[in-house]
């Protein structure tokens, strides 16, 4: 049971590249989100899911895409990467309301 | 748009001092949970507290929720090294199935 997996561990875009961070739970949650976090800071959402087929935008969108096929993949898209999209990606799914957060390790992305 | 001010940002102290992380919003959170964070990982759960008034107590840590459950604080008592890290605070929508993060509170405890 490896509970949220994400890959790659560390990515560097030049400018204007796409990518596609990876998220995959075995926990068989519905909801699922997509949190950044940049240096020495709080998380700020970027997109959630509440079950397959549904994604919602959260606080930070722009610049992002997400996708929700299965229940347990929830892909974040970035198109045309930008040095502001610099960040730590934590991907993170609850059992159910007012339940806790359960993380991954996160995605360091570095964008030159 | 709930927002929550976690203060202070950044707090160094001796092993054994006292120390007080606060969390502050204009908004009502249905439940408030305060997550550490360590280098290179995710956040992982200390507490959650729910209703208005509440205290809990984890060994050193205690933590109280506001009694308007606007706001919440994170006192611990004879700091160790080993509590060395990034205290987050986040508050649950009234759905509770979305969280708003405060901005984290790095604490630095040297030997």
């Known amino acids: 049971n490896a509970g949220v997996t994400q890959t790659p561990k560390f990515r560097i875009l030049k400018i204007g590249q796409s990518m596609t961070l990876q998220c995959t739970q075995d926990?068989?949650?519905?909801?699922m989100y997509w949190y950044r976090q940049d240096p020495g800071m709080g998380l700020k959402l970027i997109y959630y899911?509440?079950?397959?087929?549904?994604?919602d935008k959260g606080e930070v969108p722009n610049g992002y895409n997400v996708s929700r096929s299965t229940t347990e993949d929830f892909p974040l898209r970035l198109e045309l990467a930008a040095p502001s999209q610099t960040s730590v990606y934590f991907c993170?799914?609850?059992?159910?309301?007012?339940?806790?957060?359960?993380f991954g390790n996160g995605t360091r992305l570095t964008v030159t | 748009t709930q927002l929550l001010e976690q203060s202070p940002q950044f707090l160094s102290i001796q092993e054994g001092e006292n120390l007080t992380v606060y969390c502050n919003s204009s908004?009502?959170?249905?439940?408030l949970q305060w997550y550490r964070q360590e280098p290179g990982e995710g956040p992982v759960l200390l507490v959650t507290?729910?209703?208005?008034?509440e205290v809990k107590k984890l060994k050193r840590l205690t933590f109280q929720f506001g009694d308007a459950r606007k706001d919440s604080s994170l006192h611990i008592t004879a700091a160790q090294p080993g509590d060395t890290g990034l205290y987050l605070c986040?508050?649950?929508?009234?759905?509770?199935?979305?969280?708003?993060f405060g901005g984290g509170t790095r604490l630095m405890v040297k030997p």
């Open positions: 993170a799914t609850i059992t159910g309301h007012s339940s806790p957060l359960h």
């Open positions: 926990m068989n949650h519905n909801y």
């Open positions: 908004s009502v959170f249905s439940s």
């Open positions: 507290v729910v209703t208005g008034g």
């Open positions: 986040a508050g649950a929508n009234n759905a509770g199935n979305m969280l708003t």
């Open positions: 899911s509440v079950g397959a087929g549904i994604t």
